[in-house]
């Protein structure tokens, strides 16, 4: 512990000293290796001997491993899913928002106190059905239209994820496996399969590297003021190879994990393949995303022990989505879309890098959508949120947050600016918090080597009355890659001031060997 007498600003100085920013060790484990698997959870769901409460949400980035966990664990389990981003459920948007913290007092009362009040006849997944709309179209969206369902059945979990990741698979789980499969053809989705006469042999594509800027955030935080959602697809469908269905004829529900299955060939070592499932609506043509997924083609084989790409050799790979649990509408079509870019949520592989899909390989390109069966009940019987009032807190400024694109159409540099205010409170004791960041995204049309991150953030604290603590820190952090050599550059800057007197500063240069990115 700390001493009551001891100096908290040399501690904190020596503390300083020893930092290491948390990107040294990510990118320089850029494969799945024994960095990533130690902390896994999936390398051994056996492990786990105890009863299970998952929570998570749909517009979060890890709602994926409810579905996995929920596959693959043997013991008492019960997952809670919404449309939240990453907060507590009761307090996170978008909503309906739960009465969280009543049901972790249920769960734990039947499993830890052994009080039987019938938790156990609750089903072991409740999801909320989403009801996508033209009217959520928005950065920011307060409250997602849906209903919730309950019931006993999982989605199965594609395989390939398994295989990539070299994991056993669990085989005695009761599965939903309704599923409808489109077959894709030149710039359609067909039921049924094409004659090969009727289409050509392969399509090429390549899109511009900012495809990808309608994308929202891949990790929602679920803040009021997080502007995460993704907006009307039809700027990033246009640079994009797109496959339309004809309007749908009955409403179809999905859930699990969609899947996509093509046949690719790349014309240079590298290659990536970013697949968009979304909704036409039926009125106005908007371009609603319901599930993304995204495949470095070097991992098509195996996220530990990637390969480079022959040129011009056909693969034949799974590109698997987001899992979902939608409504889509009779009326509205299904809409495929296929990029060789996402940014700024992948980085730009090193070579631009033409992708062609062969259509009378040996095997069809297909939409695979798992649906719902009829084996659910609907119902909301959450209780309505309970949080204990926080410390009273002033509000001295109001967040904000600001987001917005320049074209520098004379340069083909195009950036992405988001300006994010916390803004200011004071606490009962005086303290006063300030806190401003602003992220810089930058990309110049045909250079996948010009893309460029970089984010500050302006932090400050001090006592109104005092003049012993006045904090000022400012962070800085650019990262870029180079050519020849490739690689990953990174600086960050580091710099703190007490009463205007420096306190500490240090700039961190890394540098890393690309490893198949």
């Not at 309608?214 to 700027?235: A, F, H, K, T, Y």
């Not at 246009?238 to 790349?266: A, I, M, Q, T, W």
Request: aromatic fraction near 12%.
């Amino acid at each position: 512990g700390i001493d009551k007498d001891s100096n908290l600003f040399n501690i904190w100085k020596e503390r300083l000293n020893e930092l290491i920013p948390l990107d040294a060790y990510w990118i320089k484990h850029q494969n799945r290796d024994e960095y990533w698997r130690h902390g896994s959870i999936c390398e051994d769901y056996s492990k786990i001997l105890c009863p299970v409460l998952l929570i998570g949400g749909f517009a979060d980035l890890y709602n994926s491993s409810i579905f996995r966990l929920m596959n693959q664990l043997k013991y008492e389990k019960r997952a809670i899913l919404g449309p939240w981003g990453h907060q507590w459920p009761d307090d996170a948007y978008p909503g309906p928002q739960i009465g969280f913290l009543q049901e972790v007092i249920q769960w734990l009362d039947y499993h830890i106190k052994h009080i039987d009040n019938g938790y156990e006849k609750k089903e072991f997944l409740s999801i909320f059905k989403l009801n996508p709309n033209i009217h959520e179209l928005h950065s920011f969206v307060k409250q997602r239209k849906g209903q919730w369902i309950h019931l006993n059945s999982l989605p199965s979990y594609p395989n390939e994820h398994f295989q990539r990741n070299h994991l056993s698979i669990n085989q005695y789980q009761q599965i939903n496996e309704k599923q409808i499969i489109y077959y894709l053809s030149f710039g359609s989705l067909t039921i049924e399969s094409v004659s090969k006469d009727q289409i050509p042999d392969k399509i090429s594509f390549l899109s511009p590297l900012e495809t990808g800027l309608s994308s929202g955030n891949l990790l929602g935080w679920g803040g009021v003021e997080n502007i995460d959602n993704s907006i009307d697809q039809r700027e990033d469908d246009g640079r994009s190879l797109c496959f339309d269905s004809l309007p749908l004829n009955h409403n179809y529900e999905l859930f699990g994990f969609p899947s996509v299955k093509l046949n690719l060939s790349s014309n240079t070592n590298y290659g990536l393949i970013c697949v968009r499932l979304c909704m036409i609506d039926e009125k106005s043509s908007s371009s609603i995303l319901i599930s993304r997924g995204i495949l470095n083609l070097t991992h098509h084989k195996s996220h530990e022990h990637p390969e480079q790409l022959n040129i011009d050799e056909i693969y034949n790979v799974e590109i698997t989505l987001a899992g979902v649990c939608v409504c889509l509408p009779a009326g509205c079509r299904l809409h495929l879309a296929l990029s060789t870019s996402y940014w700024p949520i992948v980085w730009p592989s090193p070579q631009l890098s033409t992708l062609t899909i062969h259509f009378n390989h040996l095997s069809p390109c297909i939409l695979i959508l798992p649906c719902l069966n009829d084996k659910y009940l609907t119902r909301d019987d959450f209780a309505f949120p309970e949080i204990s009032q926080g410390i009273p807190i002033k509000y001295l400024r109001d967040s904000s947050v600001t987001r917005f694109r320049i074209l520098d159409e004379l340069n083909e540099i195009i950036t992405l600016k988001i300006y994010t205010d916390d803004g200011s409170i004071e606490y009962p004791d005086g303290l006063i918090w300030d806190e401003t960041s602003e992220s810089i995204y930058k990309i110049k049309k045909n250079d996948p080597q010009s893309a460029r991150i970089e984010i500050k953030r302006y932090l400050k604290y001090y006592f109104q009355d005092q003049s012993l603590i006045k904090v000022d820190i400012e962070t800085k952090s650019i990262m870029f890659s180079q050519e020849s050599p490739s690689t990953f550059n990174i600086i960050h800057q580091l710099n703190i001031n007490n009463k205007d007197q420096l306190v500490f500063e240090k700039n961190w240069n890394l540098t890393f060997p690309r490893s198949y990115i």
